[in-house]
């Protein structure tokens, strides 16, 4: 799907010749696990899966975090937990899913999972209590009703054993395996970028949105945000209108964008929250409508604390920065998302929806 | 004749506001005293001992026709799922069940177990595909590592056994349930229940596992913060003061979860607000409450068979009396554990006065 050596050498290339001085680029994998301390881990099953997201500090403890909760169909865990007037200050994962209500329940195998490993909030005695925030959302993609699997503890015990760094899979893969993107295949996407003081802010989404992520042409809204030939599989579609697929009818706990933002930058919980209200800017410029009453929509931050915020400039400056870099990495995130899906027996691709647009892939 | 209807009006508010001022001390209790007294609401308990004075479980809320549901997150420590859906302005109004557990985080795996249970019992709010889904928020305490391993804890199948043993008949109080394992200013704590018949046929009931870092009661005479609250049939009697040398549990290492209930017909909006009045039952009752290390969580749950405009401040108030009384029922309720190097005092042993048969 995307040769990991040919990305590095065209982004080097990139950065060293046709990159203006201070450019942004995407790092190396171009993905959420280029932020030092994130490893991702994706548990597919038939019809729906679960990915977790996994943070530590050099310490190999937890990091702060934080989040926004702006869809009208949440459906979440541990997120009154993350409020900075309350008062644990470290996440050690956050677990995206699908399987409605039902996929919480792969929360508890990531704990399980890293409980074992001795990774979590101290509570005396050697003992550990990992924190987990998640949210899940409906699959809609599902071509069997009702559909042949469901996300469980074990999915999310996997998911996690699964858990690495480097590149990271996107498409029709663990939370995104059974998600819609308004009339086409949703699924999960990712991106990052390295800024000029050495800042890393990576995202990952799991695009499953009642609104649609194109325009009347069939163009995507947040291709303009791509950073220089990151995806050069995409094209301008320029389609005819009449060829463009409707939303699918919205409703209750049908659909939801779940995502997590990460950075190398070390964060109070109240600077995390701020960066998850800016970053979640970036599902309302590539996916319209956003945020609906039926959408789960949450989005996480968390800071790996590589990077003392102080030595970065001025602490707010630096959240504004953070928080606008998260938002454009989401939006690529969702671009990725899309153009990375497959079509399944019941739901087409984007890329097969609007051929011309991906003409160049490979 | 005008001026004696506007006379009549008056003293009947009058009569009214004393009706009303001299319900809320002290209540008048349902039948059974408890949170089943709420038509709709079922309370399903599974507990787990472990031999050695270790306990631990998990107590189910069920309302099987759906409730409109509200909550409030005051403490410094929560574990929740599914709080965010209960905002006034989510989508979805209707819970199915709320699960209160022990087990620190771990234990909201309990909420899995009554969300599979529920669905195949057929209850469940329609989402597509054939798909129902029942909607279970959840809170859970800190009780692991007491006289046990740290990994005796609830899990899904804890869910499933509450779900299974609910129903609308008189609740099991004290170590049982999510207060299995409880502890409140260095004594046994516990689960409590409570209910009130409020003059216009409305039903407000209360369920509480107390697991405090603040205490209930005035330690040198055992008199309960929140006992002028109790009615007579909460069984308070004469004090008798008596020494408590109880040590006080770790701060950062505790929690008080609720759930009130009510017949009447509320919006989200209205569930949420009752939520935030009925916890000052709770401020009543605890010194200190809604600690750091306290994750204080209390849900509304509205069956909305009483039709007609509802009075917020009566039945908030009514809920954050039966809130309070609720605490002092699962406290004087509470059983010493007392095998081999575990022992925790109750407060019938320390005050056996206080608690007659």
């Given amino acids: 799907m995307r040769p990991p050596r040919l990305r590095i050498v065209a982004l080097s290339l990139l950065a060293g010749i046709a990159g203006p001085a201070g450019a942004q680029v995407p790092g190396q994998n171009n993905a959420i696990t280029d932020v030092p301390g994130i490893s991702v881990g994706h548990y597919t099953g038939a019809d729906t899966g679960t990915t977790v997201v996994l943070a530590a500090s050099t310490t190999g403890q937890g990091v702060a975090g934080g989040v926004t909760q702006r869809g009208g169909s949440p459906l979440t865990r541990e997120t009154d937990l993350m409020r900075p007037d309350n008062m644990v200050e470290i996440m050690n994962a956050i677990v995206l899913s699908g399987g409605s209500a039902y996929g919480i329940a792969a929360a508890s195998g990531v704990m399980r999972c890293l409980e074992t490993n001795g990774v979590g909030f101290p509570v005396g005695g050697g003992n550990v209590v990992p924190i987990v925030p998640t949210a899940t959302t409906f699959d809609r993609a599902t071509c069997n009703a009702p559909p042949a699997s469901r996300p469980d503890f074990t999915s999310g015990l996997q998911a996690c054993l699964a858990a690495s760094g480097g590149p990271v899979a996107e498409g029709s893969v663990g939370a995104g395996t059974g998600a819609v993107s308004g009339g086409v295949k949703g699924g999960i996407g990712t991106a990052s970028v390295v800024l000029p003081n050495g800042i890393v802010v990576g995202a990952l989404v799991s695009l499953n949105s009642e609104g649609t992520a194109y325009d009347g042409k069939g163009d995507l809204y947040a291709a303009s945000l791509l950073l220089g030939n990151e995806l050069p599989a995409l094209t301008k579609a320029g389609g005819p209108a009449n060829r463009v697929p409707p939303s699918l009818p919205g409703g209750a706990l049908r659909s939801g964008t779940n995502v997590v933002v990460a950075t190398n930058v070390q964060l109070t919980k109240s600077q995390a929250t701020k960066i998850a209200e800016m970053a979640d800017d970036g599902i309302s410029r590539a996916v319209n409508p956003a945020h609906t009453a039926g959408d789960s929509d949450t989005l996480f931050v968390l800071g790996t604390a590589r990077l003392a915020i102080d030595t970065l400039g001025d602490a707010n400056a630096v959240v504004t920065q953070i928080g606008t870099a998260g938002a454009n990495a989401v939006s690529r995130a969702i671009v990725h998302a899309l153009v990375a899906a497959k079509s399944t027996s019941c739901q087409p691709s984007y890329c097969d929806t609007f051929p011309a647009a991906c003409r160049n892939r490979p | ?357």
């Fill in chain 2, 1 to 357: 004749m005008r001026l004696h209807t506007a006379l009549g009006a008056l003293l009947t508010q009058l009569a009214l506001a004393t009706a009303a001022f001299s319900q809320a001390l002290p209540q008048t209790p349902g039948p059974k005293n408890a949170i089943t007294d709420v038509p709709g609401i079922e309370v399903g308990h599974y507990t787990a001992n472990n031999g050695a004075g270790g306990m631990t479980g998990t107590t189910a809320i069920i309302a099987r026709g759906g409730a409109t549901a509200g909550v409030t997150q005051r403490g410094g420590a929560p574990g929740t799922r599914i709080t965010d859906l209960l905002k006034s302005e989510k989508a979805v109004g209707t819970a199915h069940a709320v699960v209160l557990s022990g087990g620190s985080a771990y234990g909201l795996a309990a909420a899995d177990g009554v969300t599979t249970c529920l669905e195949s019992q057929g209850v469940g709010t329609p989402v597509a595909n054939g798909v129902l889904v029942p909607i279970v928020p959840s809170a859970i305490l800190f009780d692991p590592g007491r006289c046990a391993p740290f990994n005796f804890r609830p899990d899904a199948s804890f869910g499933t056994n509450a779900c299974l043993a609910a129903n609308n008949g008189p609740v099991a109080m004290g170590n049982v349930g999510a207060g299995a394992g409880a502890r409140s200013g260095g004594i046994k704590g516990g689960i409590g229940t409570a209910s009130a018949i409020l003059p216009n046929g409305v039903v407000v009931g209360a369920i509480v596992a107390v697991n405090s870092s603040g205490s209930t009661f005035n330690a040198s005479t055992g008199q309960f913060f929140a006992g002028y609250i109790a009615s007579t049939p909460d069984a308070i009697v004469a004090l008798a003061p008596s020494p408590a040398e109880a040590e006080r549990d770790d701060l950062l290492r505790a929690t008080t979860i609720a759930v009130v209930a009510t017949n009447a017909r509320l919006t989200k909006a209205q569930a949420n607000k009752i939520a935030q009045m009925a916890d000052d039952g709770l401020a009543r009752a605890l010194r200190i409450a809604h600690g750091t290390g306290d994750g204080d969580t209390v849900f509304t749950l509205a069956t909305g068979t009483v039709t007609g405009n509802p009075n917020l401040n009566q039945i908030g108030g009514a809920a954050a009396d039966a809130l309070s009384r609720a605490i002092i029922r699962a406290i004087r309720a509470a059983k010493g554990i007392h095998v081999g190097t575990c022992n925790v005092n109750s407060y019938c042993e320390l005050f056996p006065g206080n608690c007659p048969p």
